[in-house]
């Protein structure tokens, strides 16, 4: 079972050598943005997640800094085009110090 | 002839535009009701009780005993017993001066004013009030139709189907996964899908603790979503899988041959698969001419059909503008329409309406969320005027009063339809 908030990703297993692909992929989080106050008063600490990164066989296809102001569960939606087949690597950083990562493989046919 | 009489009155009474009160001397005017839920049977009670016997009130409704589809979700989750959602109509024309007809309206001419039932009698109307529910729309999920609802059950109207989804549910093998199709809006009960999938969780944590709940979903945000997945989170974690339409919730078909669901390609094999497509007005709403599009427009003052005199539409199979389709709308909306045609053809006088509405969720046991509000009529459509919602993070002694305020509302509602 997957260790922390659920992630979901989405790309084709296998892609013709050339072609543009999408990739989704959302993290299921609640995006506590750290401005809230209690019912006591206190504010609610920020939490959010403020890295999201993307890389193919170690080079960076996306790396986003997301702010408080994102909505809960943020969704990315991009394109790419790899020349062989290999692994994406999937990473979100957490403010609580947690690290996710997904990875997908891909084949080039 | 009496009945040759009673066509010849009516058709008098029609044919001269005097009002309705002046008719009167010559025989009470009558309203035919059609559709005894929580629209079509609060309208006959009231219309019967307040009227005083001044007006004759026919409900024509199919089924001898009423299964509320509010409060079904709770017998999938153990709480309610079939018997205790099942209402019958004995009460209504013992206590109150009114007609009960079980028999299916098969046709409305407007023209006449008269409808048909299955049996091939015909009634004279003077105003007809359509309570119908919902019908399900053709071809809206790839792979069902009605001959698959043994298979792959909708429980959207509840009774045979409810029991059915129930016993599906408890046969499950261990570890088996529970699919719902979601449907589009507008649709009956907005958080209802959602309540359900609590309580199928609530039943598979005691009894299936490894197995998986999904939800494909075409919509991108459902009714009172923080606060089903703050429930999800605490009471069910991992169980529940929910797919809007980033990952194609909304690109869906099933077979209910091989019991497999496909989401946007991805085709998963499931144990049970709730199919739940998208509605319309029942069907006789259709045949009377006050549909456009899926829905029957209908004016916000009244519930009167803009489209056809005469004819007033209640409930689900109404558009009437900000409501939510529920039993409670459908009960707020009945009593609007019966003041107004107590007005009409009485005399009576007409208060300014006003509606209201609340959806009550049970999460798990003792745990219920609500949501609500206040509506006015204008020009064009029944307009909200403030609501509430229940917030996350709310106690256990809360979230418990909004429980016991749910069962207390479904005691009212229930005596308030049925006598």
């Not at chain 2, 002046?22 to 629209?39: E, F, I, N, S, T």
């Not at chain 2, 509840?158 to 570890?175: D, F, H, N, R, V």
């Not at chain 2, 549909?291 to 427009?297: E, F, V």
Request: glycine share 10%.
């Amino acid at each position: 079972m997957t260790v922390g908030p659920k992630r979901r990703i989405k790309l084709p297993e296998t892609v013709a050598a050339g072609d543009v692909f999408t990739i989704k992929a959302k993290i299921t989080h609640h995006m506590e943005n750290g401005f809230r106050l209690d019912q006591n008063g206190g504010r609610v600490p920020r939490d959010i997640i403020h890295r999201f990164h993307c890389s193919f066989e170690g080079e960076t296809v996306i790396d986003v800094a997301l702010e408080p102001g994102v909505a809960s569960h943020p969704f990315f939606a991009f394109e790419a085009r790899v020349p062989r087949g290999g692994e994406f690597t999937f990473t979100w950083y957490d403010d609580d110090g947690m690290v996710h990562t997904e990875t997908r493989s891909i084949d080039v046919i | 002839m009496k009945l040759n009489r009673r066509a010849f009155i009516g058709a008098g009474s029609a044919a001269m535009s005097a009002p309705y009160v002046l008719a009167q001397g010559a025989g009470r005017p009558k309203v035919v009701v059609v559709g005894g839920g929580a629209g079509g049977a609060t309208a006959a009670r009231y219309l019967a009780q307040d009227s005083e016997g001044a007006i004759e009130v026919t409900l024509i409704e199919p089924s001898r005993t009423y299964f509320s589809c509010f409060f079904s979700n709770l017998y999938l989750g153990g709480f309610k017993s079939l018997e205790e959602i099942g209402h019958t109509y004995g009460t209504l024309p013992a206590s109150f001066d009114m007609n009960v007809v079980h028999d299916w309206v098969v046709d409305v001419d407007h023209a006449v004013k008269t409808v048909t039932l299955g049996s091939g009698a015909r009634l004279h109307y003077d105003k007809l009030i359509l309570s119908p529910g919902i019908d399900f729309v053709d071809g809206s999920v790839d792979g069902w139709d009605l001959g698959a609802q043994n298979r792959m059950p909708h429980a959207y109207k509840a009774g045979s189907q409810t029991e059915l989804l129930k016993a599906q549910i408890a046969a499950m093998p261990q570890g088996g996964v529970y699919a719902m199709v979601s449907p589009p809006n507008p649709y009956r009960c907005p958080p209802g899908p959602y309540e359900r999938v609590s309580m199928v969780a609530h039943v598979l944590k005691k009894t299936n603790p490894t197995a998986k709940i999904i939800i494909a979903d075409p919509k991108p945000t459902f009714s009172k979503m923080a606060l089903f997945e703050e429930g999800w989170a605490t009471h069910y974690p991992g169980m529940i899988d929910w797919v809007g339409p980033d990952f194609g919730g909304d690109i869906v078909s099933v077979d209910p041959d091989t019991m497999t669901l496909s989401v946007d390609g991805d085709v998963l094999s499931v144990d049970v698969c709730n199919v739940i497509p998208a509605m319309k007005a029942g069907h006789i709403a259709e045949v009377a001419g006050v549909t456009q599009g899926n829905w029957a427009p209908v004016h916000a003052g009244d519930m009167s059909s803009k489209l056809v005199p005469d004819i007033h539409v209640l409930g689900d199979a109404s558009q009437q503008g900000d409501m939510p389709k529920s039993a409670f709308s459908a009960n707020s909306q009945a009593k609007v329409c019966a003041a107004a045609l107590l007005s009409t053809l009485t005399g009576a006088p007409l208060l300014t309406p006003g509606y209201s509405n609340t959806c009550w969720s049970l999460i798990t046991q003792n745990n219920s969320v609500k949501v609500g509000a206040t509506y006015k009529a204008t020009e064009d459509k029944i307009a909200r005027v403030d609501g509430f919602i229940s917030q996350v993070g709310e106690s256990d002694a809360v979230r418990e009063r909004t429980y016991l305020e749910a069962e207390s509302w479904y005691l009212g509602i229930t005596s308030d339809m049925f006598g």
